[in-house]
């Protein structure tokens, strides 16, 4: 399996710099992969910056979460998305047009692809000029049930698979997996929610595991053809 080092974001980064970083990538080539971290409390420093890159609507998204650290990864990964697309465009963040897909994946017209994912401290924005992108990141789970999910969203062979590592490679094992099909889904445009049932998707991707934090597991895919 290829593997891949996101990029730190770091609180002086240069949308601009990342901007021509994401036109050199070649098509057949890895997207580029953003990591935030919001331990260091980045999200506080940030947020004069960030806070005039969201529409009322985006403001709107982030209050209705309940819990800080929720609406800590929707400021950090929205805001610096809208930096960076703000830049690719030549327009203020706040006035770049997001829209969804078909089955509710963002994307910004005339602008490169994306996808984010966040869990726990960390959130990933992944960016390719030109190929449908999707990336998934899963803080592990002492506790997860992953058996019943695996059978439900798996194929049977990758469930015995699974089923027969030792018991404590199971579960991140597991993990690794789901990050791999939430990446899949989301470069062909579906989502968890919207995906076909295992025996009938048929979605060609190139793949890379992402290097993370100790605790994290992380997966990026691009499109390599429309989805079946």
């Known amino acids: ?17 990342l901007v021509s970083a994401v036109r050199a990538v070649h098509p057949q080539a890895p997207p580029l992969v953003l990591r935030i971290d919001r331990r260091g409390n980045p999200a506080a420093l940030l947020r004069e910056r960030l806070a005039a890159t969201l529409t009322p609507q985006e403001w709107r998204r982030h209050d209705a979460f309940r819990l800080q650290p929720a609406r800590e990864r929707f400021l950090l990964g929205r805001g610096v998305l809208r930096l960076l697309l703000g830049c690719w465009l030549d327009r203020e963040p706040d006035a770049v047009t997001i829209a969804l897909g078909s089955h509710g994946k963002p994307f910004c017209p005339g602008g490169p692809e994306f996808n984010l994912s966040h869990s726990g401290d960390l959130v990933l924005l992944a960016l390719h000029p030109c190929r449908p992108v999707g990336v998934d990141v899963e803080q592990r789970r002492p506790d997860l049930n992953w058996e019943p999910i695996a059978r439900r969203m798996f194929g049977a062979d990758l469930v015995e698979e699974l089923l027969r590592r030792p018991e404590l490679e199971q579960r991140p094992a597991f993990l690794q997996n789901w990050c791999r099909l939430e990446a899949e889904l989301k470069a062909a445009g579906w989502g968890i929610a919207a995906a076909p049932p295992p025996e009938r998707r048929s979605v060609a991707c190139l793949h890379w595991t992402l290097a993370l934090p100790e605790g994290y597991l992380g997966h990026a895919a691009l499109l390599a053809s429309p989805p079946g």
């Open 1 to 17: 399996m290829n593997r891949l080092e996101p990029l730190r974001w770091r609180l002086d980064a240069s949308p601009q710099a």
